[in-house]
């Protein structure tokens, strides 16, 4: 059998509800650090470029794309979960 779907992994023994509270922090945490990396990219690409190597903005640059990214999958990460904790309590009443 598949370990993802084995009933001797962890992930499966945990309820619903913890789960999609780890993957609530999980989003909220990609999002603050994608938010931190793409301020710092930023700031070396354009406030501070004189004091980097060209290799160094150009690594920035390329890391601004990136960060946004990390930023967008952590926010659709946290939609999911929050989704998932909504229907959770609904089912509760």
Known sequence: MHPAIS???PLMQQPNTHRMQRLL???NFS????????IVSILASYQF???FSLSVQVSAHIGTLVFATVIKLGYITRCVALNQLHKEKSREF
């Open 7 to 9: 009933s001797t992994n």
């Open 49 to 51: 470029a004189h004091l």
């Open 31 to 38: 999002m603050l650090a994608g938010l931190v990396l793409i």
């Open 25 to 27: 922090h999980t989003g």
